[in-house]
Every structure is written in structure tokens, then in C-alpha cells.
């Protein structure tokens, strides 16, 4: 239970990465408010289903991480609540068009770093307020080993995702003084919507660099997650993890 007592925004609830995140997140004991996109049954009927099971508060919220109008007003909302915000995941993101660089559209560089880039920093500004007030607070971005390592046919998103690393580096100098905590992962090929969209013979090539020979499940990034988030992680900051399998 090593985030008992803590209260956690995680973005991307609804599926993959963010999904399991809110479930281990939950497991350890920390009340959530679980963001999608849009409301509906399924995904209320889910996060539900979590909270009971855990005996944790999981609060969905419906924004457009893109939308500063959106995001400012679930802010204010949260802020209302009279809860501290002990932690902030950026799990929602978007894959773009997966085409080479020359036939890479401009339009489709901007949407992806509009989401993968823009937004994460936009809800970051908005958390980072408030936990400076707290003099506390922990702050994962989910990058890629794309953003480290590049990726064939996704400029788009390698480029957001290492200006993400960029901007998680410089963010956490600047707020160490406030006892605020900044890091990311960098998962590999994991087993997730984004990841069986890649075809099969691009999966073959990638999985061959894959010393561990299989794709990662989305459980297995949450659990780093968890532990970077939490006080056992006390003195890390600044620091990309890699959870890819060995390549």
C-alpha cells in the first residue's frame, strides 16, 4: 500500500496504459480522479467496479486534455474538492499517422504534438500551482523509447515524446526547491491498442531487438509508475526509465 493516503490525477483512464495505471494506483490505496475524454456508462461502470474493489475514491473526469478552457475548469474543480493533488500521470497520448519522414504532413506533427506535448505541459502548468502551495508532489510523464531511441515511420511521435524528456528534464530543476518530484517512463512495444496498431511486419523487426522476445503488458509500466510515484522514490528525479523488455 505504498500510496495510501495519496490522491493521483491520471489522464488516458479509459484504456492501456492509463487504465492499469488507475488500477494499481488503487491496489496501493490512493484515491483517483480517473480523466477521459468523454463520458459514458462503460467507463463509469468500470472505475465504479475499481473503487469498490479496492475500497479507494475513483473519481471519473471528462476533459479534453487539449482544450486549456477544459482543462482550466476541471482544475478549479479539483481545487474545490479541498484535496491535495500528491501526483500527476500524463498517460493520454496519440500515435499520429505512421508514415516516413518525407511524407510526414505538417498537420499531423502539429495534432500529435498538440496531445503527446502541448497538453501534457498545459495540465502540468495547472497541477504545478497547486502543488507548490502543498510544497510537494510527483509528477510522471509517459514518454517512449521512441523518444530515445527513434522509431521507423513515426517522426511525429518520436519527436514529441523526446521534447516530452526535454521538458520533464528542465521541469524538475526548476521545481526541486518545492520538494516536487519529476520523472518519466519510456515504455518499449507494450500490449495496448496504440501497440497492435503496428504492423505486423514492423512488430516482427522490433520484437527482434526485444532481449525478453515478447511485447510488454500495460500492468507491468503501471508498476513502475506506482513505485516512481510514491515516497519510496523519495531522492528520484530528472530520470527517464525504460520498461521495454531489454533492448
Known amino acids: ?79 474545490k474538492q479541498k484535496k491535495d493533488v500528491d501526483i500527476l500521470v500524463s498517460a493520454a497520448g496519440v500515435a499520429g499517422e505512421k508514415t516516413s519522414f518525407l511524407m510526414s504532413s505538417m498537420e499531423n506533427i502539429k495534432s500529435v504534438f498538440e496531445t503527446d506535448y502541448m497538453a501534457v505541459t498545459l495540465l502540468t502548468q495547472y497541477v504545478v500551482r497547486l502543488m507548490i502551495r502543498q510544497n510537494r508532489g510527483s509528477i510522471v510523464y509517459i514518454s517512449s523509447i521512441a523518444g ?17 524528456i526535454g521538458g520533464m528534464k528542465n521541469l524538475a530543476r526548476e521545481v526541486a526547491g518545492n520538494n516536487i518530484r519529476v ?48 515516497d519510496m522514490a523519495s531522492y528520484m528525479t530528472g530520470q527517464v526509465i525504460r520498461v521495454d523488455g531489454g533492448v
Open 148 to 164: 530515445l531511441d527513434g522509431t521507423p515511420s513515426q517522426y511525429a511521435y518520436a519527436s514529441a515524446k523526446a521534447a516530452l
Open 183 to 230: 520523472n518519466a517512463v519510456a515504455p518499449g512495444m507494450i500490449n495496448t491498442d496504440m501497440g497492435g496498431e503496428i504492423q505486423d511486419d514492423l512488430k516482427e523487426e522490433m520484437l527482434s531487438k526485444v532481449i525478453m522476445k515478447r511485447m510488454g503488458r500495460p500492468e507491468e509500466v503501471a508498476n513502475v509508475i506506482a513505485f516512481i510515484s510514491s
Open 1 to 79: 500500500m505504498m500510496l495510501k493516503g495519496k490522491n493521483a490525477i491520471i489522464t488516458g483512464a479509459r484504456r492501456g496504459i492509463g487504465r492499469a495505471t488507475v488500477e494499481t494506483f488503487a491496489a496501493q490505496g490512493a484515491d483517483i480522479w480517473a480523466c477521459a475524454r468523454k463520458q459514458d456508462d462503460v467507463f463509469e461502470a468500470d472505475m465504479k467496479s475499481l473503487a469498490e474493489r479496492y475500497n479507494v475514491d475513483i473519481r471519473p473526469v471528462y476533459f479534453d486534455v487539449t482544450d486549456e478552457t477544459q482543462v482550466r475548469k476541471t482544475m478549479q474543480s479539483i481545487h
